[in-house]
């Protein structure tokens, strides 16, 4: 059973900064692209960050290049998103994704999301 758990969202003043966590289960980590969403109250969610299945290669909304960086750790099955020069607009709801290959193609997995409010 797929499972992914994210943590390490909270309020945090405009120009701070916060490290998300994803903590994977279910499927074999190492080979699986990995990207972080994130999603205001009725809005279309959007894409963060994206990593590849051997961290070759990130990819970055231009809203945040220059202020969030993406990693994984195959070895914790975890992939994280350090967030930095936070702004009140980087408020919402954060997500999780695993693009999974699966014998019929790839399959997208979602977490729960955690929540990040820039205010002071």
Do not use: H
Request: net charge neutral.
């Amino acid at each position: 059973q797929v499972q992914l758990v994210e943590s390490g969202g909270g309020l945090v003043q405009p120009g701070g900064s916060l490290r998300l966590s994803c903590a994977a289960s279910g499927f074999t980590f190492s080979s699986s692209a990995m990207s972080w969403y994130r999603q205001a109250q009725g809005e279309e969610r959007e894409l963060v960050a994206s990593i590849t299945s051997d961290g070759s290669s990130t990819n970055y909304a231009d809203s945040v290049k220059g202020r969030f960086t993406i990693s994984r750790d195959d070895a914790k099955n975890t992939v994280y998103l350090q967030m930095n020069s936070l702004k009140p607009e980087d408020t919402d709801v954060y997500y999780c994704k695993a693009l999974i290959l699966r014998n019929w193609g790839f399959a997208a997995y979602w977490g729960q999301g955690t929540q990040v409010t820039v205010s002071s």
